[in-house]
């Protein structure tokens, strides 16, 4: 299958399909529990697929076919884990790529880094998580958070972060 690029494609695409099928199939018994409709999805990718579709073949992941079976998209978009030479023109590369697809910046959520763990777990400043939130926004993004949340020692700052996640600057959809 390696050797040849036709079946390769063939292959990482029936890994998607089967994966896919198989997340319906537990979204089927959860709804049974959960009032049926009132349920929704998403499920969460990496950049990588997003950026780079051909990555479906290691990932078997990909973006349309997840924007299509899915409410919702949790786009892992954390440029420090991915090791970005400039993490603000990667989010941006990155935001670019999704609004390119039909509901993709209506449909994702963006999960942003509030950790540096490839840097002994160094915490990203608060005023660049904010950042990010305001490129995104600007973006025409909709749905974005942040992990991890240390309350306990208060990072990242929520006063920093309150005009971006305050829900008296909601937008209206």
Avoid: C
């Avoid at 899915?70 to 884990?81: Q, R």
């Avoid at 400039?86 to 942003?112: N, Q």
């Amino acid at each position: 299958i390696r050797q040849s690029p036709e079946l390769m494609q063939k292959w990482s695409r029936a890994k998607t399909a089967a994966l896919i099928s198989f997340s319906k199939e537990l979204i089927a018994v959860a709804q049974g529990y959960q009032n049926g409709r009132d349920m929704l999805t998403a499920r969460n990718i990496f950049a990588g697929p997003v950026l780079d579709p051909k990555a479906e073949t290691w990932t078997a992941q990909n973006y349309d076919d997840f924007l299509e079976a899915y409410d919702y998209v949790a786009l892992e978009a954390m440029p420090y884990m991915e090791e970005a030479k400039d993490p603000k023109d990667w989010m941006k590369k990155l935001t670019a790529a999704v609004a390119k697809h039909k509901d993709g910046l209506k449909k994702t959520i963006f999960e942003l880094q509030a950790v540096d763990w490839r840097n002994q777990d160094k915490p990203i400043p608060s005023t660049e998580l904010r950042d990010q939130m305001r490129a995104l926004r600007a973006a025409g993004a909709l749905n974005y958070g942040y992990y991890p949340d240390d309350f306990i020692a208060g990072r990242p700052d929520t006063e920093v972060l309150r005009d971006v996640m305050s829900l008296k600057t909601y937008i209206e959809t």
